[in-house]
């Protein structure tokens, strides 16, 4: 039998991603179970403090046990840590050694949410892929800039290590572990009793961006409000340059060190996002909307929204304006 443990960090962390992680693979045992199989795993809540408490102290959580009294897990999952993350990790230094060893000792880990931030802080993510939520990426490229961050993606899944992107999609990666550890069957068990959704892939969908500020580069910031405040106009990245007396080359270059985009990549961003408010907010037709944005090609459009969003202009103005007439 596999073992399964389920950390409680210390500190405010986030209730909802224990208890479904520990209710989903509780299900996921019984079902096994009822097919007359033995059970997957044994799951244990465990923590470096007998009590932990939540949201100001109106829940707690007891862990079944301390982490120095498991030698060895096959499966560890780490929580949510809500925008706590940097207390979480300076508070936790015994679970994150603990993580780590574990992982050297052949455990897999599976991170949710800002959960990576304590992940990474193990040093288990150097030079790989991760996810998390989109709101706390900027966060994470300063504090780790050695990890592949790829806030697109819902799910990594590379050597042992799993990853997911933000807040409730952390149940999409509890039936993505639940299909790798037992088996579809008992995936699509699951998904159907707590109603999730299978196999999704991205939470582009989702993203709201804001633009990327955190950093020094005063250049950098004055092309982002120069962007910003033209994103109806058509930009040539050339003339771009030109107007704030930087060759291409190092444009690029220090734009990219900066925001983790290219200029070029950076003002579809900033167009897509007005793109989606108007396509959430207005009655304003496909056309309407892209001509506003400084796009009069309508594949080009319908490319770059598809490629930053996950679904085409007419999909997700179907999906998020509840007015509108397609």
């Known amino acids: 039998m596999k073992h399964l443990t389920i950390i409680v960090p210390d500190g405010e962390n986030n209730l909802s991603s224990i208890v479904g992680a520990y209710k989903i693979f509780t299900r996921a045992n019984d079902y096994w179970k009822g097919l007359g199989r033995k059970q997957m795993f044994t799951i244990q809540l465990a923590g470096i403090s007998k009590k932990v408490d939540f949201y100001e102290g109106l829940f707690s959580v007891k862990p079944h046990t301390n982490i120095s009294a498991i030698a060895k897990t096959d499966l560890i999952i780490i929580p949510s840590l809500n ?103 008992t995936a699509i068990y699951c998904s159907k009793v707590f109603q999730i959704e299978m196999d999704r892939k991205s939470q582009s969908a989702f993203i709201i961006f804001t633009g990327q500020k955190q950093h020094g580069d005063e250049m950098v910031k004055e092309v982002q409000a120069y962007i910003e405040a033209h994103l109806h106009d058509k930009i040539s990245m050339e003339e771009l340059s030109l107007r704030f007396a930087v060759g291409r080359r190092n444009f690029d270059r220090r734009f990219i060190k900066a925001t983790g985009n290219t200029p070029l990549e950076y003002a579809q961003r900033v167009k897509i996002e007005s793109a989606k408010k108007a396509l959430e907010t207005s009655r304003k037709t496909i056309n309407e909307v892209m001509y506003e944005v400084g796009y009069s090609d309508v594949k080009a459009f319908r490319e770059v929204f598809r490629k930053i969003t996950g679904m085409s202009p007419v999909e997700y103005k179907s999906r998020y304006n509840k007015e509108a007439v397609i």
């Open 83 to 185: 925008h706590n993350y940097q207390k979480a990790v300076k508070g936790n230094k015994p679970l994150i050694e603990w993580i780590a060893a574990q992982y050297k000792n052949g455990a897999a880990v599976a991170s949710i949410c800002t959960g990576a931030f304590l992940l990474a802080s193990a040093g288990l993510l150097e030079g790989k892929s991760c996810s998390t939520h989109w709101a706390m990426a900027e966060n994470f490229r300063n504090m780790f800039p050695d990890v592949d961050l790829q806030t697109d993606r819902l799910i990594t899944d590379e050597d042992g290590i799993y990853t997911n992107g933000g807040a409730y999609s952390f149940l999409n990666l509890m039936i993505y572990l639940v299909e790798k550890y037992y088996d579809r069957q």
